[in-house]
């Protein structure tokens, strides 16, 4: 069976993931999930001809709720696991605006 | 040598300089006026003086929460597409699109990719300012989804904490994306405005652009004719549009950039990764702005916490009940029943519904739609745009104003003498005396301003005036027409508020049937 995953997929799913990976990681990552990928392409011998794509696992649907006001959380709440604030907004290293 | 030169430069500016298309797409994101937002029950309100007192479990992204979905966005977006002339798809799904952001606390948007509840729709844009004609602008799609918070940066550049209000955070949106059908800049802010009265007609969207309720980016780029060959010029996508206004200029900017680049690089379609542009409002330009990384790779997919909806006949036809007479076809309506100019009915649409309102129940209450159009697109607009107030605010009732046009169509009143009475009515307003129909005829009243149509009244005083002036009556006799000016003004002195038609009349009557006598 060909190699389901190259190295350089891995190396581009991690910056999008924002994770930064060693050269090892990258290598030991990239045999892994490629085992997991070759399992879950026993699929693809499935004859889906006939089948429609599902677009959700349970045949549920239509759920709605009434646009009807609900308690918010206090800005104490709100901000409480945020690892910086001011006591008003989160805070986060600045942004740097693009230029 | 110096002549050559210009020969061979002169040529070439006039080909790049005319023969060229320039072709526009919109992406219009508007927040819907729901109560509550899309996927909880936290109110949607704009808040800034208030930051991170509107958010849940749900909004700020914690695990293990459940987003339901609010009927109401879903019916306001219904209503929207149907508005735009859209296919509703019967079957539709949200997605969840990936990027890192301060202001998305999930790390993902709940929008909607492959199945948009809505594709294929259209807006009427008039061709001119003067709506001469129309142009139909494709939709490709309208599409319902969340917005993020709103980051608030450092702008003193000293590197400190960006801050992140997550008020805003699962407000309903939705995005409109046109066809790249719109051919000048200024057609792009005739669509923006027409989108805008739609909206705001519909009451789907407040459409506030200071307060972020609808913004806009435009994707432009130019088609040149050389020869027989068709050239396109890179895509640009202009951000940080924050008016119509800005959205004109940016792309009337954008155009000779992209010419003049044009003629510099030779780049084409293609050559070059679509950039993105900001809009600088101080110096009237646009600035090339850093690509977000990989920024087209999203990796949707289907999200698991919402199920799918169905569109039924049933519904349809429900919302489709509930859409209120359009613009458009107002617009159209105003010009058939009430004989306006297409002009005149623009100017009276484009003012939104209100206004709209104001002016028909004028138009229905005085019984003359010309007229009630007249003071309308002027005396009225003329006064509020002075007192930068809207149709709500206005002081004089479109029933008092009715109360007053009347009287002219009555020929109880000159329009002369009824612009002094309205004036005096805004006048009495400012200093506390309420406009009303009593007020009206008290100002007539006090100022004299009445029209004696009462034959009856002028017989004597007429009789009097032509005995005075025998040789002025002889002349006019005799075929000097201007010669009756005189007894008219002399009839108008001694009877305030004659009407001077009725004198003018009486008087040749008299004159005339005298000699015949
Ligand atoms: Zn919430």
Redesign the interface.
Known sequence: MEKTLTREEVE?VA??A?LKLSDTELDRFTAQLGKVLEYVAILNEVNTDDVEPM????E????????????????EQ??ANAP?T?G????????L??? | MAKRVAQRVEPMATDTTKDYTVVIGLEVHVQLL???KVF????NLFNPE????????VC?GMPGVLP???????RLALKTALALNCRIAR?T?WDRK?Y???DLPKNYQISQYD?PFSHDGWLEVASDEEFSEKRRIGIIRVHLEEDAGK????ETGR????????NRAGTPLLEIVSKPDIRSPAEARRYLEELKLLLTYLGVSDCNMQEGSLRCDANINLHLQEGDETIATPIVEVKNLNSFRAVELALQYEVGRQLDEFRSTGHRLGDVPKQ?R?WDEKREITFG??G???AS?Y?YF?D?D?????VSDKLLEEIRGELCELPAARRERFRQQYGLSQYDASVIIDQGRRFADYFERVAQECEDGKQAANWVTQDVLREMNQRKVDIDKFPISADDLAFLLKKISARELTTKSARDVFAELLAGADSGTPPSAGRIDQIINERGLALVSDAGQLEGVITAVIARNEKAANDFRNGKQAAIGRLIGEVMREVKGADPKLVRQMLIEKIVGSEEA
């Open positions: 581009k910056v999008l924002r677009a959700h696992a349970v549920m649907k239509n759920v709605f709720r009434d646009d009807v006001p609900t308690p918010s959380l206090s800005r709100a901000l910086k001011d008003k907004f989160f805070l986060v290293p600045q942004i605006e693009e230029v | 729901t109560k509550t909880c029950g936290c109110v208030n930051p991170n007192v509107q958010t849940c479990p700020l339901v979905m609010n009927r109401e966005a879903f079957f799904k990936q890192y952001y301060p199945l980051n608030l940066h450092d590197g400190t904490d960006s801050r992140v209000d997550l993105t900001g702005q850093r977000k990384e990989e790779d990796r289907p698991p919402l199920v799918p909806v169905t």
